[in-house]
């Protein structure tokens, strides 16, 4: 499986990210997307195969395997990091939306017209919430396919060695024994432990950018409320009934993008 | 195969000392390489090739199982990745004095990739990290595996195995000596780490002895104002 392509989108990531976000790069590629490709894919190879039961009815192995193997624990964790991964997409394709808008609007206005945005790789606006809702689609996934591990295999998050079947065809109930049980926990620990501790930085930048949020937002509103009682001893009423403070002038877009900022959060 | 991601760790070259960058072609060439050409194929198919004299379905499973709770293989490959791991945290560290000094705008140290301040402290903790690995997976390499060799024979008698019976591995003279020679490249690192983390020990004793007993008005040098800066 080629997961370099992966880790090439991904790459581009790291100028938008916050430091949370790297560690949390780090830990996906290094510590789950490794470790899946070197050990866990090598782990499960043969795990058909070597999945015997003691009968010699023909069929009833493969009836038991799929009855406690229905979908192979390396199948769902590739689906598990390919889908946490993508979000972290999202917030490119909006970054690179931001600069195609700014290119255009160059261009129907001319080079020195004013910026749609102050700097389109900072996490403002739009740009703020994309960001957070990756955040949390992330974690929500982590944590789905955490409950789906839980909940598909008999065994939970444990491997037993040997398991009692008794689907047709099998005569009787059978003894099947998976091969390699305690590598096989081990990585399904590993890979569990690897998954909650994204879910918890995925939580801590989410709390973050919520708590820097708040904060700026209650510093502007005390400013704001600075400013405004500076205006009525300073300025005629008909300039504070515009909305307009003398310095600001005219520029509508400069009005624009500090507002997206105050709705932005 | 995405061990080249490892390649990335070339950019540690540049952040390393001396004896770094010994380490860090030692862990590449016999260690990351032997382990790509020969220790993953000599394992190959080792559960295959292990059998039991028993007809009783089910007791090599078992048996295997109890002789290797992890393949021997799938240990070296997480020993090789967390022990490449800590390296990273010196190219954080770099790169996070990068973003401060564009923050501020202004030159805060001498240059990005000297040794003092905090990024001495982090390459030292980088340095005690590793040796904690790799102490830590030759121990209990020695104690899943009941030393460093693999016998042709081994005697179980779990269930479903009605008897003791003999249990026969695969190329157990071949897998010893990759076993040995891991063993001892992984010592060969721990010896490399200590002897770097001795010298920048050392090294910093030494610079401090004569900061202290030189003239006051080095006291006031640029190198300990940058100190306090970093600081």
């Known amino acids: ?265 | 195969m995405s061990w080249m991601f490892l390649s990335d760790l070339n950019g540690v070259n540049k952040y390393s000392t001396g004896i770094g960058r010994i380490w860090l072609a030692v862990v590449f060439i016999f260690r990351l390489l032997v382990y790509m050409v020969a220790a993953e194929h000599v394992w190959k198919d080792e559960q295959k090739e292990f059998e039991c004299n028993i007809r009783q379905t089910g007791c090599e499973n078992v048996c295997f199982d109890y002789f290797f709770p992890i393949s021997q293989v799938r240990l070296w490959a997480l020993q090789l990745i967390m022990v490449s791991t800590p390296s990273l945290l010196v190219v954080l560290h770099v790169a996070y004095r990068e973003g401060r000094e564009k923050r501020y705008r202004k030159k805060l140290y001498v240059s990005l990739g000297t040794m003092d301040g905090g990024l001495w402290y982090t390459y030292l903790i980088s340095l005690i990290v590793k040796i904690g690995f790799e102490i830590g997976f030759l121990v209990l390499f020695y104690k899943l595996y009941d030393g460093f060799s693999v016998s042709y024979l081994m005697k179980c008698d779990l269930k479903p195995c009605p008897n003791t019976v003999d249990c026969f591995m695969s190329k157990p003279t071949e897998k010893t000596i990759f076993i040995l020679f891991m063993v001892t490249t992984s010592c060969l690192c721990i010896v490399l780490n200590f002897t770097e983390l001795s010298l920048l020990v050392f090294k910093c004793l030494i610079k401090c002895y004569f900061q202290k007993h030189s003239s006051p008005q080095c006291v006031n040098s640029p190198t300990s104002d940058i100190l306090n800066v970093v600081r």
């Open chain 1, 1 to 265: 499986m080629n997961w370099g392509f992966l880790q090439g989108l991904l790459s581009g990531v790291n100028k938008y990210s916050t430091a949370l976000s790297r560690i949390w790069l780090s830990v996906v590629f290094i510590f789950r997307v490794l470790v899946y490709v070197v050990a866990a894919e090598e782990v499960w190879d043969d795990e058909q195969k070597d999945f015997v039961c003691n009968t010699r009815q023909p069929g009833c192995p493969n009836v038991c395997y799929d009855e406690f193997f229905p979908v192979s624990h390396v199948r769902l964790w590739a689906l598990q990091l390919i889908l946490v991964t993508c979000p972290s997409l999202m917030v490119v394709m909006h970054v690179a939306y931001r600069q195609d808008r700014e290119r255009r609007h160059r261009l129907k206005y001319g080079p020195n017209a004013p910026s749609l945005y102050n700097n389109p790789n900072k996490k403002r606006g739009g740009l703020w919430w994309t960001y957070l809702l990756s955040l949390i689609f992330k974690a929500a996934v982590d944590s789905g396919f955490l409950y789906i591990f839980h909940r598909l295999y008999q065994g939970h998050y444990d491997m037993p060695r040997v398991v009692a079947c008794s689907q047709a065809p099998c005569p009787h109930t059978v003894d099947c024994y998976i091969s390699r049980p305690t590598e096989k926990k081990v990585f399904t620990y590993f890979m569990v432990a690897t998954a909650v501790i994204c879910i918890l930085l995925n939580l801590s930048e989410v709390t973050y950018l919520l708590g820097k949020r708040c904060l700026e937002s209650m510093g502007h509103r005390r400013r704001w409320s600075q400013r405004q009682s500076r205006l009525r001893d300073s300025c005629p009423p008909h300039a504070l009934s515009q909305g307009e403070h003398p310095r600001d002038g005219n520029s509508v877009l400069k009005k624009a993008s500090s507002v997206t900022v105050d709705i932005g959060g």
